[in-house]
């Protein structure tokens, strides 16, 4: 980086816990600074297509799970590229990810889809 240049501030991966403590809806009230952070965090990391298309190969697998391997062709990337996109989704907690031997294997965390999900329902009133 050159002298002039600004280190992106990197922010923490979001934990299972983090997720449950968003979930209440948007439009039920004030969310919390915390809560808008974290909520942010997950829809940006889905406002990329492939992303998208990643975590619903994922979650169409027989098995629920998928190796990095197995989800390039689909997507028509590289090994790297996937394993990029793949790190936003787990660093944004809607996937997770289980190293075995030389490959990653990716799950989607429902917890998580289901957190996006009720962050959006419609506030009962």
Same mark, same amino acid.
């Given at each position: 980086?050159?002298?002039?240049?600004?280190?992106?501030?990197?922010?923490?991966?979001?934990?299972p816990d983090d997720v449950?403590?968003?979930?209440?809806?948007?439009?039920?009230?004030?969310?919390?600074? %915390?809560? *808008?952070?974290?909520?942010? !965090?997950?829809?940006?990391?889905?406002?990329d297509p492939t992303r998208?298309? /990643?975590? +619903? $190969?994922?979650?169409?697998?027989?098995?629920?799970?998928?190796?990095?391997?197995?989800?390039?062709?689909?997507?028509?990337?590289?090994?790297?590229?996937?394993?990029?996109?793949?790190?936003?989704?787990?660093?944004? %907690?809607? *996937?997770?990810?289980?190293? !075995?031997?030389r490959w990653a294997y990716?799950?989607?965390?429902?917890?998580? /889809?289901? +957190? $996006?999900?009720?962050?959006?329902?419609?506030?009962?009133?």
């Amino acid at each position: 980086m050159g002298q002039n240049e600004v280190m992106p501030a990197s922010l923490p991966v979001i934990q299972p816990d983090d997720v449950a403590a968003c979930c209440s809806p948007v439009t039920g009230g004030v969310v919390s600074d %915390g809560a *808008a952070e974290t909520l942010a !965090r997950m829809f940006k990391a889905l406002g990329d297509p492939t992303r998208v298309k /990643l975590l +619903s $190969l994922i979650a169409a697998s027989p098995e629920g799970e998928a190796c990095v391997c197995d989800l390039t062709a689909p997507v028509a990337l590289s090994q790297p590229t996937v394993s990029h996109h793949m790190k936003l989704l787990v660093d944004a %907690g809607l *996937a997770t990810r289980e190293q !075995r031997g030389r490959w990653a294997y990716y799950r989607v965390a429902p917890e998580a /889809l289901r +957190s $996006l999900a009720g962050a959006l329902a419609p506030a009962d009133g």
